[in-house]
């Protein structure tokens, strides 16, 4: 069965370095998004990406955001600065023409 | 945008009770998503609902979108151990906005 793939599973940075995450989507998937999850709340929408640019962001999604599909098949979140409250669980999901959404297992982030 | 409450918060049944969560959206439901989440892993797809009255099942659990759509309710037969975890519902397509979950317990 078909998956959304996520690496690093967990990525421990300091305080102002770049992260790049990385999202393998549903290959035949036209809709792909980054939600995160800071331990203990709820599942947050960050962005949502559509035939090669933004479709939706949410406030969460700064200037220190910005996602890109370098390729037929990579779907990345970069965080330029990070933050110590940037310490999260970032999932990417994708979602086909049936509307099914589904979510890769995410990425620990983890900032120090 | 939507604002999603799930009921109760957590919940603890003894194996083979049945149970129901519920998810009241402050706005009509336009699809309305069922995920199952272990803590620190990622969300499962359990299913989708789009149409008011709509009803789904899934192996032993079943989910329905009220008439009058603003309310779903995710109702599991027979509870096993495997059943455990925290039922999230998700709504405002396409870019969903979820509840605070569910946190199941199942006592064996």
């Known amino acids: 069965e078909p998956e959304v793939t996520q690496t690093p599973s967990h990525q421990v940075t300091q305080m102002g370095q770049e992260v790049i995450l990385r999202c393998v989507p549903i290959?035949?998937?036209?809709?792909f998004y980054w939600y995160r999850q800071i331990l203990g709340q709820k599942v947050e929408f960050l962005v949502s990406?559509?035939?090669?640019?933004?479709?939706?962001k949410s406030e969460i999604f700064d200037d220190q955001f910005s996602v890109e599909r370098p390729d037929g098949s990579n779907f990345t979140l970069k965080i330029r600065s990070t933050k110590l409250e940037d310490s999260a669980m970032y999932f990417c999901?994708?979602?086909?023409?049936?509307?099914?959404?589904?979510f890769g297992p995410g990425t620990r982030l983890t900032v120090t | 945008s939507q604002e999603l409450e799930q009921s109760p918060q957590s919940l603890i049944v003894q194996e083979g009770k049945n149970l129901t969560i519920n998810c009241t959206s402050s706005?009509?439901?336009?699809?309305l998503y069922w995920y199952k989440q272990k803590y620190g892993e990622g969300l499962i797809f359990l299913m989708m609902?789009?149409?008011?009255?709509e009803e789904k099942s899934h192996e032993k659990i079943t989910a329905k979108l009220d008439e009058k759509k603003q309310q779903s309710s995710l109702h599991i037969t027979a509870s096993q151990p495997s059943h455990a975890g925290i039922y999230l519902c998700?709504?405002?397509?396409?870019?969903?906005?979820f509840g605070a979950g569910t946190r199941l317990t199942v006592k064996p």
């Open positions: 990406f559509y035939n090669n640019e933004i479709s939706e």
């Open positions: 999901a994708s979602m086909g023409a049936g509307y099914e959404q589904y």
């Open positions: 609902l789009q149409k008011g009255g």
């Open positions: 998700g709504a405002d397509l396409p870019s969903l906005r």
């Open positions: 290959s035949n998937h036209l809709y």
């Open positions: 706005k009509t439901l336009y699809g």
